[in-house]
């Protein structure tokens, strides 16, 4: 009786271990913009970011803590391998950074932004 319970117990605690790490690409991965960058029109000065991709609504978001700093529409585009590290693409246009795509760390996709415009002002 105490080997079925035992089992039971790693089997529900395998469960619950599974489920948060499905739910962990969720809450996004963390960033750091070494320069100034403008998104959409919307500048976010260097420093430490979260960023998320919604595949629903095609849109990648950019946190800092709760805060939503700036949003833009994007898509994802395959790479053959898994990134080893965390990499920002950025077109000089005029004197402003313009953030193009984001390749994340252990991701085997690049985030590509979009031209169309969805601006966040921050408050």
Known sequence: ????????????????????????????????FTRDVIVNGTEVK?????????????????FQGD??????????????????TTEIMVVKRDSNNMLKGIILEGEAETILLGDETVNVTPQ
């Open 67 to 84: 805060k939503l700093i700036a949003k833009s529409k994007a898509r994802k585009g395959q790479r053959k391998t898994k990134a080893i």
């Open 1 to 32: 009786m105490k080997k079925f319970a035992s089992v039971i117990m790693i089997l529900v605690a395998t469960f619950l271990f599974s489920n948060s790490l499905a739910f962990a690409s969720d809450k996004g991965k963390k960033v750091e």
């Open 46 to 62: 260097k420093g430490k970011y979260t960023v998320n991709f919604d595949e629903q609504t095609n849109e990648v978001s950019i």
